[in-house]
């Protein structure tokens, strides 16, 4: 593959991601953890797509992925035990374990004491100090805020309580986020078969077409089309899950079958999103020297 290709991609992955984690960070998915799961999926892919063997040749899939032979045996055990639970917390958990388990925070019966802000006495226990220790460089007021707004800290009389071992995001439903993966993959399969089946001769493309507003459109018009889009969309689906219906008794029960269908969604793109890293820094005024 030529590296204006691999370029293409990563802009495309980038832009991919960005509405994705940021549901993650709100959902309190640490890096750590996404990164384990796209190891697992690498892992996967390479020996369903291009590894055929019976048996695992970790340095091929090494090979193939860009891990290592160490991390592709970690995946594969980890994927062989049952019994594994995730041990990566997030830095908001760690704080909140450290409050709850180490003595120099508790007070009688292990109970966690209640803490100031910042103390002159370094001795002391304090909520920068407990910060420092669990949670590394992390800004102690933005983690304050965070346990603040999750409910697991609360302010009583200028100090700070901790209420809850647990730090608990926004909750979704599993149906929620369930239907995520769920549209997520057909959306992307759909479009990497389109650009697969372009580069073979006579391969079959998936339908795969769209329609937007040249020049954008006012927050007034989007309202009307979103209306309009429920009403006309609405009919539009029946009118596919009436064709679905009508040819049931064409389907031979000996015959194997996938699952198949149409999902229309509306967007809305927020300049905002587009952006690179490298431009938010420069808005910003961010160098190298901060």
């Known amino acids: ?40 999926v690498y892992v996967e892919t390479a020996l369903r797509y291009f590894e055929k063997d019976g048996r695992i040749n970790k340095s091929r899939v090494a090979i193939l992925t860009g891990l290592t032979r160490k991390d592709v045996k970690t995946v594969v055990d980890r994927a062989l035990t049952t019994s594994y639970k995730e041990k990566t917390h997030s830095r908001p958990a760690r704080v909140l374990t450290g409050w ?31 910060v420092k220790n669990y949670s ?44 995520l993966g769920s549209v997520g993959y057909r959306f ?34 989007i309202e009307q089309f979103a209306a309009y889009l429920r009403t006309k969309g609405q009919a539009f689906l029946e009118d596919i899950d009436v ?13 194997p079958r996938k699952e198949t269908g149409v999902y229309m969604l509306h967007y809305v793109e927020e300049q905002d999103d587009l952006g690179s890293l490298q431009v938010l820094l420069q808005e910003r005024g961010i160098g190298n020297d901060e």
């Open 1 to 40: 593959m030529g590296q204006e290709v691999k370029d293409h991609l990563r802009r495309a992955l980038s832009l991919m991601l960005k509405p994705l984690v940021r549901l993650l960070i709100a959902q309190g998915v640490t890096h750590a953890e996404f990164s384990e799961t796209a190891k697992e």
């Open 243 to 255: 064709w679905f219906s009508s040819r049931k008794d064409l389907n031979k029960p000996s015959e």
């Open 100 to 130: 709850y388990s180490d003595p120099h925070y508790q007070g009688p019966y292990g109970i966690p004491l209640e803490l100031p802000y910042e103390t002159g006495d370094v001795e002391e226990p304090n909520f920068v100090a407990l």
């Open 136 to 179: 590394g460089d992390m800004a102690p007021r933005q983690m304050l805020n965070q346990l603040l707004e999750a409910g697991s800290v609360v302010e009583i009389d200028g100090r700070y309580k901790a209420v809850s071992r647990i730090f608990l995001h926004m909750k979704l439903s599993p149906s929620v986020v369930d239907r």
């Open 188 to 221: 992307f399969s759909t479009a990497a078969k389109n650009i697969d089946a372009d580069r073979e001769a006579g391969a079959r493309t998936l339908f795969d077409r769209m329609v937007f507003a040249d020049d954008g459109c006012t927050e007034e018009v």
